[in-house]
């Protein structure tokens, strides 16, 4: 039989996915098909100078280690705000506006950073490493943290971006199994489908930096001197012309990494993701022994394996399951299956206080319902070098009007295969619309298409045009930016209810922190040893 030509291919898959998206429209109501979003911003505080926060997190906020709102990332001036899973896009942006409301009235001479990408670094041991007290877990924390520092360099660690966790209802997983495999395992299906949206989502992945990357351009402080193939777009920035999201390119944590510890995770099905997981924070990599583990009495790491923990795998998405207690992630994927997806590679939107708007919020839901009805293949080894090129070409040159991306060993113009994904997404919309014409998520798409034909629409476009016609240069931008987001947030009337609950956070989050502390027993050789022999 002769090969499927793959232009045909192509269009026997987006065939698919329309009969199933059919079925499923059929066989259940229209409101199933929404699901729950939550949020992580991370953002970073600075001084009045621009430079990035040397202070402690502040009191008022709580203790980072158990506030579940506010809470730290890498670094103590890394401000990481979770919001909790809501059924529309526009409550949790009130939640997430509401928490920077409460911490700016805890700042007192700082603002919150606007652009994912840092500025005015004055060197790697500049970077407060975050502290999360003298607990157990809060020392295992930060001494994660401090392994990632010598892996990889506390600079790349300071890069900040949006997370957006994604799930389908019960009832919506009640009506696909029994249209795709009524005598499948309720969990088993689910997991399945979740894997196939997580394979999907990198496949189609290039397309949110493209769309959504805000970080053409960095300080040169960032680079710390080191030769780059960056150019100069004034005297003290560096850029690609045509690049979109450099925080998910070469120079970004992303790739840096994977290259560097020679691990992928296999994303066939989960127990296949799982072992390949828990393969590399078991085995010891000889890059890592060299830097030590327990020197002069401290720990610079928790350990010398090529993951120290499952969170050290950077990939642009990932599945996961809420996590009960000191529990690991893969222990808790293996318990209780999939409960949601993380999609890791939106930056921070600088023309948005929140760094993300509701459009596209609304464009990602759609995004993720057809990346799960889509059929999902494993992916090879070949496909995994397209994914891996595509991601990069996107991020450095996804505006260059002859940047040709891979699908199945063709060629083919971002905006061409762009085009398609927006046409598939067409009927999804609808669907998610309520069956209206020219809805919400309707009008989502109908922006984002104008960007996918039009690349000056881009955020990472229209950053360059703001600074080239401002005569300003990366720091300008971003520090006019971020004065005029803190204006937006405090000009806006608190919410009482939601202060209060913030504040109650806060005590509860101190209360409990110091209730760990007093019932550890073990001494912290012990309970990492015991962390790791667990599950």
Same mark, same amino acid.
């Given at each position: ?10 269009a ?29 911003? #991370?953002g970073?505080?600075v001084?009045?100078?621009?430079v990035?926060?040397? =202070?402690d997190?502040?009191?008022? $906020? ?11 990332d890498?670094?103590?001036a890394l ?43 004055e ?25 990632l ?19 389908f ?28 949206? %997580?394979?999907?989502l ?8 493209y769309l959504f ?9 960032? %680079?710390?001197? &080191? ?33 560097? %510890? ?14 390949s ?9 000889? !890059?890592?022994?060299r ?6 009495? &401290?720990?610079?790491? $928790?350990?010398?394996?090529?993951? !120290? ?13 809420? $996590? ?24 921070? +939107? ?17 995004? /993720?319902l ?8 494993p992916?090879?080894?070949l ?6 090129? +595509? ?7 996804? &505006? ?9 060993g063709?060629?083919?113009g ?37 960007? %996918? #034909?039009?690349p ?8 360059l ?8 240069g ?6 006019? /930016? ?21 504040? =109650? ?17 073990s001494?912290?050789? !012990? ?9």
């Amino acid at each position: 039989m002769a090969a499927v030509p793959p232009i045909i291919k192509a269009a026997l898959l987006y065939s698919l996915f329309e009969q199933r998206l059919r079925r499923i429209q059929n066989a259940a109501e229209a409101g199933v098909f929404r699901g729950l979003i939550g949020l992580e911003k #991370e953002g970073l505080r600075v001084s009045r100078e621009g430079v990035i926060s040397r =202070q402690d997190h502040p009191r008022s $906020l709580g203790a980072p280690l158990t506030n579940a709102f506010i809470t730290t990332d890498y670094s103590e001036a890394l401000l990481e705000f979770v919001t909790p899973a809501f059924g529309e896009i526009e409550a949790a942006l009130a939640f997430l506006c509401d928490a920077h409301r409460f911490v700016y009235g805890a700042l007192e001479e700082e603002i919150l950073w606007s652009a994912s990408m840092p500025c005015v670094l004055e060197g790697e041991r500049s970077i407060r490493i975050a502290r999360y007290g003298d607990s157990n877990p809060g020392r295992m924390k930060t001494v994660y943290r401090r392994g990632l520092g010598h892996r990889y360099g506390r600079v790349m660690q300071v890069i900040a971006g949006v997370h957006f966790n994604y799930s389908f209802s019960d009832a919506f997983w009640d009506a696909y199994r029994r249209i795709e495999d009524p005598r499948a395992e309720p969990r088993a299906f689910s997991d399945r489908a979740y894997m196939a949206l %997580v394979r999907n989502l990198q496949r189609y992945g290039w397309l949110i930096p493209y769309l959504f990357g805000a970080s053409p351009a960095v300080c040169k402080s960032f %680079v710390g001197g &080191r030769p780059t193939s960056l150019e100069p777009f004034d005297r003290g920035t560096l850029y690609e012309p045509y690049a979109t999201s450099l925080r998910m390119g070469d120079i970004g944590y992303t790739n840096r990494k994977e290259k560097g %510890v020679g691990i992928r995770a296999c994303y066939d099905d989960l127990p296949a993701y799982l072992h390949s997981l828990r393969a590399a924070i078991e085995t010891p990599c000889p !890059q890592w022994q060299r830097l030590g583990v327990k020197v002069d009495g &401290r720990y610079e790491q $928790l350990n010398a394996n090529i993951l !120290q923990i499952e969170n050290e795998y950077y990939s642009t998405v990932r599945p996961k399951q809420i $996590l009960q207690g000191l529990e690991k992630p893969t222990t808790a994927l293996h318990k209780r299956g999939i409960r949601y997806v993380e999609l890791r590679s939106l930056d921070l +939107n600088s023309y948005q206080p929140l760094g993300i708007s509701a459009e596209q919020g609304r464009f990602i839901e759609a995004f /993720m319902l057809f990346c799960l009805l889509q059929d999902s293949p494993p992916i090879s080894d070949l496909e995994r070098e397209e994914i891996d090129r +595509n991601l990069t070409d996107a991020a450095h040159r996804g &505006r260059d009007p002859r940047l040709l991306l891979k699908r199945q060993g063709r060629s083919l113009g971002l905006r061409e295969w762009g085009g398609e994904i927006c046409d598939a997404l067409a009927p999804v919309c609808r669907l998610l619309d309520g069956g209206a014409e020219d809805g919400p998520y309707a009008g989502a798409l109908r922006q984002q298409r104008g960007a %996918v #034909e039009d690349p000056d629409l881009t955020p990472s476009a229209r950053m360059l045009a703001t600074m080239a016609d401002n005569q300003e240069g990366f720091f300008q931008f971003a520090w006019r /930016m971020s004065h005029k987001h803190k204006t937006y947030f405090d000009n806006l009337p608190p919410d009482p209810e939601r202060s209060r609950l913030f504040e =109650q956070e806060a005590q509860r989050s101190v209360a409990e922190l110091a209730a760990i502390a007093a019932r550890e027993e073990s001494p912290f050789d !012990q309970f990492l040893a015991d962390y790791f022999a667990a599950g």
